[in-house]
């Protein structure tokens, strides 16, 4: 079956522009995560959601990033006012639910480049 | 906050040799994942360790979780190219913990 996809799948802009970045979780999976990557890191947790909730945002750097997920399925990370240093690979990770013991399937990623 | 550590932070062997990976816990591990992971592509998820002394094995890849539960191994047997990669080590936060906090990644170049 198809898995997590990301669009797009890399995505160059300018400092100060705003973002979308979007996110298809596996079919049926009820919780969603954005991690961000970047170079010589690990993922690093920003947000997850069970359903259309916001479980926890803890990770979310500060106010510029916020994410969606309307109706519990597709999911959109917003940036605004972009910074050099939000220049990063976004993954996303779905799974059945949002139990410990789940595993998290992760999608390709987005890869931000803020010129 | 939790910290894994990871080493070697990158491995070169020779196709056909045998490698460890480990990962090494601040605090107890609750849940240990091991993923793989290939430049331009996603984490490709491997093995799952939740009880102290745990181990699982995947084709030529054996994952080992230690009794108290603050180190874990990753173990390949005759290592082909394509297991070439970046290996992640990731674990929950606190039990039951939803969130994921991962190590930093072991580079392994396989050579033929």
């Known amino acids: 079956g198809a898995g997590v996809s990301q669009t797009p799948s890399n995505k160059v802009t300018e400092k100060g522009k705003y973002v979308e970045l979007r996110c298809d979780p596996i079919?049926?999976?009820?919780?969603l995560y954005w991690y961000r990557q970047s170079l010589g890191q690990g993922p690093e947790f920003l947000i997850y959601f069970q359903g259309t909730g916001a479980a926890d945002d803890s990770g979310l750097p500060n106010d510029r990033f916020f994410a969606v997920r309307p109706e519990g399925s597709v999911s959109t990370l917003k940036i605004q006012r972009t910074e050099r240093g939000d220049s990063a690979v976004y993954l996303c990770?779905?799974?059945?639910?949002?139990?410990?013991?789940?595993?998290?399937?992760f999608g390709p990623g987005t890869r931000l480049t803020v010129l | 906050s939790q910290e894994l550590e990871q080493s070697p932070q990158s491995l070169i062997v020779q196709e056909g040799k045998n490698l460890t990976i480990n990962c090494t816990s601040s605090k107890t591990l609750y849940g240990l994942y091991w993923y793989k992971q290939k430049y331009g592509e996603g984490l490709i998820f491997l093995m799952m360790?939740?009880?102290?002394?745990e181990e699982k094995s995947h084709e030529k890849i054996t994952a080992k979780l230690d009794e108290k539960k603050q180190q874990s191994s990753l173990h390949i047997t005759a290592s082909q190219p394509s297991h070439a990669g970046i290996y992640l080590c990731?674990?929950?936060?606190?039990?039951?913990?939803?969130?994921?906090?991962f190590g930093k990644g072991t580079k392994l170049t396989v050579n033929p």
């Open positions: 079919s049926g999976h009820t919780a």
């Open positions: 990731g674990a929950e936060v606190r039990s039951g913990s939803e969130k994921l906090v």
């Open positions: 990770a779905s799974s059945p639910r949002a139990r410990a013991t789940d595993t998290q399937y």
């Open positions: 360790l939740q009880k102290g002394g």
